[in-house]
Nanobody, 120 residues
């Protein structure tokens, strides 16, 4: 079993720079890609950023130049540094991690979600 714990959300003023964290624990052999998604009210969940096991990153056009995804492999943790936040960034943010378990099975695991609300 693998557990993900997200932290770092909350109420932020426009222009703010919070950092989200997603820590994985449990029966982990290795982690492939680590993703951050978000879902705003009435909208579909969208991929915000991805970082591969090799450190390659890609971003949604809406956050390029403002958000930075990173990972600490020793801690099995993904981060999302969000800068220059806008009200339209308001959403529940979820991490998703592609895990190979100690039983050598491969699954996607989702975090519980953390609310980020940007006030203007």
């Amino acid at each position: 079993q693998v557990h993900l714990v997200e932290s770092g959300g909350g109420l932020v003023q426009a222009g703010g720079s919070p950092r989200l964290s997603c820590a994985a624990s449990g029966s982990i052999f290795s982690i492939n890609a680590m993703d951050w998604y978000r879902q705003a009210p009435g909208k579909q969940r969208e991929l915000v950023a991805r970082i591969t096991s090799g450190g390659s990153t890609n971003y949604a056009d809406s956050v390029k130049g403002r958000f930075t995804i990173s990972r600490d492999n020793a801690k099995n943790t993904a981060y999302l540094q969000m800068n220059s936040l806008k009200p339209e960034d308001t959403a529940v943010y979820y991490c998703k991690i592609d895990v190979v378990t100690t039983a050598r099975s491969r699954y996607d695991y989702w975090g519980q979600g953390t609310q980020v609300t940007v006030s203007s």
